[in-house]
T-cell receptor, first 113, second 113 residues
Framework: NAGVTQTPKFQVLKTGQSMTLQCAQDMNHNSMYWYRQDPGMGLRLIYYSASEGTTDKGEVPNGYNVSRLNKREFSLRLESAAPSQTSVYFC????????????FGQGTRLTVV | TQLLEQSPQFLSIQEGENLTVYCNSSSVFSSLQWYRQEPGEGPVLLVTVVTGGEVKKLKRLTFQFGDARKDSSLHITAAQPGDTGLYLCAGPNSSGNTGKLIFGQGTTLQVKP
């Protein structure tokens, strides 16, 4: 069972460069989220997709865009990377049954220099 | 705005000691969850508590949901080095039906042999 797969695991970008973080889940969940994790700040929601074809902003959406390509895939794009976007990024697939449970990928450690 | 505050933020103890981590809010949550995150990995769900006053046990870990469903605690008995990691509490956002999860800032636990 792959669960949630994120690529790449590590990336170094120069200021102003662009890149796309890929995420795919094989659990047939409708909802998928992107978080960033910074020391002392926990997980902050960047964007989420409650279902295929919909996306919405979270707490910290500035500088990011997303695409829900299909039910399995949810990508995060940085159009012009900035040092403030240095962080660890996590994709999560959300099970919404009698309660809400998150299944996370292994993360992408991004450094912008 | 619903917030979850965890305490302490950092905890360093010797193997065999007991510890308690707290997750508090001024808001009522329909459920609360605890995740553990090991270095280089994404968070993994440990438990979900749903009923006020509920106590759940997972080997040496005991989770409790407050009677008013505004707080939760995680107690570890006889901590082991394998318990080292970041512990996060989370609860579903009550506004709308988005399935969004709110996370606390996390408690970093280090258990020294």
């Amino acid at each position: 069972n792959a669960g949630v797969t994120q690529t790449p695991k590590f990336q170094v970008l120069k200021t102003g460069q662009s890149m796309t973080l890929q995420c795919a889940q094989d659990m047939n969940h409708n909802s998928m989220y992107w978080y960033r994790q910074d020391p002392g700040m926990g997980l902050r929601l960047i964007y989420y997709s409650a279902s295929e074809g919909t996306t919405d902003k979270g707490e910290v959406p500035n500088g990011y865009n997303v695409s829900r390509l299909n039910k399995r895939e949810f990508s995060l794009r940085l159009e012009s990377a900035a040092p403030s976007q240095t962080s660890v990024y996590f994709c999560a697939s959300i099970f919404r049954g009698w309660n809400t449970e998150a299944f996370f990928g292994q993360g992408t450690r991004l450094t912008v220099v | 705005t619903q917030l979850l505050e965890q305490s302490p933020q950092f905890l360093s103890i010797q193997e065999g000691e007991n510890l308690t981590v707290y997750c508090n809010s001024s808001s009522v949550f329909s459920s609360l969850q605890w995740y553990r995150q090991e270095p280089g990995e994404g968070p993994v769900l440990l438990v979900t508590v749903v009923t006020g006053g509920e106590v759940k046990k997972l080997k040496r870990l005991t989770f409790q949901f407050g009677d008013a469903r505004k707080d939760s605690s995680l107690h570890i008995t006889a901590a082991q080095p394998g318990d080292t990691g970041l512990y996060l509490c989370a609860g579903p956002n009550s506004s709308g039906n988005t399935g969004k999860l709110i996370f606390g800032q996390g408690t970093t636990l280090q258990v020294k042999p």
